[in-house]
């Protein structure tokens, strides 16, 4: 089994047990219609009660059950097919957070309105957050200078909702004044 493989992968398949069940009881239908004559029975009642058409019932079945076969093999395959697709789904899903969490560049997600939902662990420890939740506590505009919030309100979030990406000139001072402070301390250490 691969590594890539879910629980639902590992349980076991029900068709071998369904179809020995299903022959099972078709072979005990039959039987028991064999030793009552069920259907010589039936034929005799049915000729007594030949207004009713009972006797067509047969032939409706025998159009039936093939075709309700084919309806439950089409759905299973439509099934499977699904299955086979939210699996892949799952999977590059797992490799994008993989990827998000071992990066070591800030990565994060907010609201629209601003609230910072997501900071993956390297942001977090690069802005010196302890947790989630105290990231969750915060806004992105927590992480800009006080001098650049009235541009980013006004210029780069409007350009970033509008086109996807910032202006082509917005503040290049980036960070949290605590991150700020972090790399001017390192800056001094490696002098």
């Not at 992968?9 to 005990?28: C, M, N």
């Not at 900071?119 to 800009?144: L, P, V």
């Not at 980013?152 to 979030?157: A, E, T």
Request: net charge neutral.
């Amino acid at each position: 089994m691969n590594a890539g493989s879910s629980k639902a992968d590992r349980r076991p398949s029900y068709a071998l047990r369904d179809a020995l069940v299903i022959g099972a009881l078709a072979v005990a239908g039959f039987l028991l219609a064999w030793a009552f004559e069920l259907f010589e029975a039936f034929e005799r009642w049915s000729l007594q009660h030949e207004g009713l058409e009972v006797d067509e019932i047969f032939p409706a079945f025998a159009i039936v059950a093939p075709a309700l076969a084919v309806f439950s093999m089409r759905r299973w395959l439509e099934l499977k097919s699904g299955l086979s697709a939210r699996r892949r789904t799952d999977e590059e899903r797992g490799k994008f957070a993989a990827l998000i969490q071992n990066s070591s560049d800030i990565i994060g997600i907010a609201s629209l309105q601003g609230q910072i939902l997501f900071i993956n662990s390297a942001g977090q420890k690069i802005m010196g957050i302890e947790s989630a939740e105290e990231a969750n506590a915060t806004t992105i505009f927590d992480y800009f200078a006080a001098e650049d919030l009235e541009q980013i309100r006004d210029r780069v979030l409007p350009a970033i909702l509008q086109n996807g990406r910032p202006p082509e000139e917005h503040p290049q001072r980036r960070g949290h004044p605590r991150l700020r402070q972090r790399v001017c301390d390192q800056g001094r250490a490696q002098r």
